[in-house]
């Protein structure tokens, strides 16, 4: 079955560490995307892909950085410069006709210890 | 700036009643609606997608209504059972040049056996 793997499920990270989340799909979608859900705020736009070897800024980029080396793939690395990272994330991917909606994967719990 | 409201925050209604969830955007001028539901620590799933041309979509117990021109969307569940608990989001896919769709903040919806 086609779908998105987000791997780790949980994480946790020491201050001053970066750490990559990964965010693997089978869809063969062009576009994809990463989200911070945090409790009351609802979810918000970190980085997104519509293509390989391209991306863009979110709303909330500054302490994130992506790669879109390949199709299937489109990391997550949260960088020490990331000063509250503990949060929920999410990876979705569309295809980029605006007629489709978006699929999502299961998450990754980021936890500061 | 497009923004998308749900209301009310949570809900609890007994088991087997038929109920109504309310999402509420400022700007008419969207691509399509889609309604997900996240049980606690999960991803999002897809329950219905409305393109701005339609006006229902259904998927069993589900029916989600699209009114553009005023602005609103709801998602009605008949015959609620337990298992229909979980936090139910609406978002909407933005008519522009940017590909983003915008999330309503979710009811968190409890049925009570």
């Known amino acids: 079955d086609g779908g998105i793997t987000q791997s780790p499920k949980y994480l946790f990270r020491k201050e001053g560490q970066n750490v990559t989340l990964s965010c693997e799909q089978n869809l063969n979608h062009d576009a994809m995307y990463w989200y911070r859900q945090d409790p009351g705020q609802g979810l918000r736009l970190i980085y997104y892909s519509q293509i390989v070897n391209d991306f863009q800024k979110g709303d909330i980029a500054e302490g994130y950085s992506v790669s879109r080396e390949k199709k299937e793939s489109f990391p997550l690395t949260v960088t020490s410069a990331q000063k509250n990272p503990t949060a929920f994330y999410l990876c979705?991917?569309?295809?980029?006709?605006?007629?489709?909606?978006?699929?999502f994967g299961s998450g990754t719990r980021l936890t500061v210890v | 700036k497009q923004e998308v409201t749900q209301i009310p925050a949570a809900l609890s209604v007994p088991e087997g009643e038929n109920l109504v969830l309310n999402c509420s955007f400022t700007d008419s001028a969207i691509y399509n609606l889609q309604w997900f539901r996240q049980d606690p620590g999960k991803g999002l799933t897809s329950l219905l997608l409305i393109q701005s041309s339609q006006r229902e979509q259904t998927s069993g117990r589900l029916n989600a209504s699209l009114d553009k021109s005023s602005g609103r969307s709801t998602l009605y569940i008949a015959a609620s059972q337990p298992g229909d608990s979980a936090t139910y989001l609406c978002a909407v896919r933005l008519h522009n040049r940017d590909d983003k769709i915008i999330f309503g903040k979710g009811t968190r919806l409890h049925i009570l056996p």
């Open positions: 979705a991917s569309s295809i980029p006709d605006r007629k489709f909606g978006y699929t």
